[in-house]
């Protein structure tokens, strides 16, 4: 859905949107439901609200498919795209994180994958406690445990290991 500027009342907007939105890193699609004000001062558009979204991950230990909810809160300024000053880098500052340019209309499925990305882990856990797969013989260590050595040498430093055992002696 896209919110021409020109049609913003002088009294605001009030959005209730249920969509599809499509992520790169998320196996499915998500289906986000979003409950938003959208309010017009002078040049700048206030976007403020909250969207909710469900989203099938995968454990970054394990490998497991699992499904998370988000409840994300929504404050957005936009500025006009003329007041971009063009050419000139500089380092993004903690109070221009919600800031974003318009030219003639917002993309709310732009704002929504945005704000689902901010508010992702970037290694999600199916758990906290997930202890992950064994490196050796591929157990999920979740379910059950395996009989591989603990004590296994990286075999890059196994001259390492001859030294120090010829020093033992």
């Keep these: 859905m896209k919110i021409l500027i020109?049609?913003?009342?002088?009294?605001g907007l009030e959005v209730d949107i249920t969509e599809k939105v499509s992520l790169d890193d998320v196996s499915q699609p998500s289906t986000v439901k979003a409950?938003?004000?959208?309010?017009?001062?002078?040049?700048?558009?206030?976007?403020?609200?909250?969207?909710?979204a469900e989203l099938q991950l995968q454990c970054s230990r394990c490998?497991?498919?699992f499904r998370r909810s988000l409840d994300i809160p929504v404050n957005v300024v936009y500025h006009p795209l003329e007041e971009?000053?063009?050419?000139?880098?500089h380092e993004l500052m903690d109070d221009e994180m919600d800031l974003g340019f318009y030219r003639d209309e917002i993309d709310l499925?732009?704002?929504?994958?945005?704000?689902?990305l901010l508010n992702t882990q970037m290694k999600p856990l199916c758990d906290e406690?997930?202890?992950?797969?064994?490196?050796?013989?591929?157990?999920?260590?979740?379910?059950?445990?395996c009989d591989c050595s603990s004590r296994q040498t990286d075999p890059r430093l196994e001259v390492l290991r001859k030294l120090f055992d010829k020093g033992k002696e």
Excluded: M, Y
């Design 6 to 11: 020109a049609d913003i009342p002088d009294e």
């Design 35 to 52: 409950r938003l004000d959208v309010t017009k001062a002078e040049q700048e558009i206030i976007i403020a609200g909250s969207l909710q």
């Design 63 to 65: 490998l497991r498919d």
């Design 84 to 89: 971009e000053k063009k050419g000139e880098r």
């Design 109 to 116: 499925q732009e704002l929504f994958r945005e704000q689902i």
């Design 129 to 145: 406690q997930c202890k992950g797969i064994c490196p050796h013989c591929g157990t999920d260590l979740n379910i059950s445990a």
